[in-house]
């Protein structure tokens, strides 16, 4: 037996989420029944994060474990060609040691939202990054970020649905970058809560048409409460981009 840790690199829009699910199509689901016609086992593959419907990924981390002898190259050609049509690819694969697990193993996680700030429609970029017609003040966002930086009690900016045990988190990063009408909001953290990202990009588009102050987001952390929230950002804009691991 040996466990791969595998890159993974997808378009969400065809997916109910990285997690196999009952009503719709999975990219879990994709990747293991690619590894069934490579090798014939029902192997199941472990992801860093369980991205939402609709939400991309630059570069997941994963891993499953298989029993043929196969190598890590030809293991990753395979899933490739086995992966078409859907919008899957497998960047990066590898064997690990046994103990290694893409989530539990797992130090740092990163997202990066994308915000096409025009008025024009969108054309390829349809379902790749949310569009906000009105002018975004960069500077104001990128203040109010920074108040959300840190350790907090991040109840206001989690889903009601969310499991994690605490919502208490520590927020290493939330940078706000323009380049011409594009906005990057860019944010890394140990773990995440469900909605987090998306919830704190809401708030940050309200500061940045001038709807909030960036002092009403801090304000709305310490209220500790769902119904503060603003605004939920689409999934459309939010691209997993990374995790680190020991080492």
């Known amino acids: 037996m040996t466990r791969f840790a595998l890159t993974v690199e997808y378009d969400g829009r065809p997916f109910m989420g990285w997690q196999r699910q009952s009503h719709g199509p999975s990219v879990q689901q994709a990747i293991e029944e690619a590894v069934w016609r490579i090798t014939g086992e029902a192997a199941a593959v472990h992801a860093a994060g369980r991205t939402d419907a609709g939400v991309h990924a630059l570069a997941m981390r994963a891993h499953v474990e298989v029993e043929k002898a196969i190598p890590p190259f030809r293991l990753m050609e395979a899933l490739n060609a086995h992966l078409r049509p859907d919008p899957v690819a497998i960047l990066a694969c590898e064997a690990v040691a ?63 649905h969310c499991q ?53 987001v801090a304000e709305v952390l310490a209220a500790r409460d769902r119904a ?19 080492g």
């Open 228 to 246: 503060q929230l603003g605004l939920n950002a689409p999934s459309d804009g939010l691209y997993f981009t990374g995790a680190v691991y020991p």
């Open 164 to 216: 994690a045990e605490s919502p208490v988190r520590t927020l290493d990063r939330l940078d706000v970058v323009r380049d011409g009408d594009r906005l990057a909001i860019r944010a890394a953290a140990r773990s995440f809560l469900h909605h987090q990202v998306r919830s704190m990009v809401g708030c940050l588009a309200l500061v940045g048409q001038g709807r909030w102050s960036p002092e009403r």
């Open 98 to 160: 046994d103990d290694w697990h893409a989530r539990f193993s797992c130090v740092g996680r990163s997202y990066e939202y994308r915000i096409a700030n025009r008025r024009a429609p969108l054309t390829w970029e349809a379902g790749l990054a949310w569009q906000i017609p009105q002018p975004l003040d960069a500077g104001a966002m990128q203040t109010a970020a920074q108040l959300l930086v840190g350790r907090h009690d991040f109840t206001t900016f989690r889903s009601a």
